[in-house]
């Protein structure tokens, strides 16, 4: 079931799994632009930014002119990835290309940045952050995709937070299972 309210009025959806548990949804849709200093060759992060100006000093931006930067997500979407159980699902559409990235929502993140949006395949947190153990970089992107950016094409970048109360946080170290396969040695 999706609610179709205007954007300020989403709430998040709410459903239940075959196991009888809640699981908590909500989203957020970006619009942005390439830019001919485009390069995508980071190997830890990628960025989307508001800025418009770009050099080609920035290596993990991959789209500039966002209508939205961390802090102008909604507050139901932020509530949710600011939990250590939360999955986000990221969907770079631009043109005929879909490319999917997952990563993992932090307690820590304050998702208050004015301009920029950035996802990281390594655990560090900071105002800019809006994914940690990203199995993508912008040098993994699919080179089509960043070539159709460098033309300065538009892109729609769709998240999706997913929230499982009964999860484990995959941050979470297993003592139990680790203390287990120390003992084989």
Known sequence: MRYNLPRYKKRPEIYM????????????TIKCRGHENIRSEHRSTFEITKETHLTEK????IAVGADKGAADLNDEFKKILSDD????????????????????????????HPTDLVWRKSSFVCPRTVGIYSDYSAALIPRKIVNILKTGEIMTVFMEVILNS?????????????FHNFGEY
Do not use: W
């Not at 920035?58 to 931006?61: A, D, F, P």
């Not at 159980?85 to 993140?109: A, D, P, Q, V, W």
């Not at 009964?166 to 680790?178: K, M, N, R, T, W």
């Open 166 to 178: 009964e999860a484990q946080s995959p941050s979470v170290l297993h003592l139990q299972e680790f």
């Open 17 to 28: 799994n075959s196991e009888s548990y809640a699981i908590l949804t909500a989203t957020e």
């Open 58 to 61: 920035g290596t993990c931006i």
């Open 85 to 112: 159980r939360s999955i986000l699902k990221t969907t770079l559409k631009i043109k005929n290309l879909e490319f999917t990235i997952l990563s993992c929502g932090h307690s820590k993140m304050t998702l208050s």
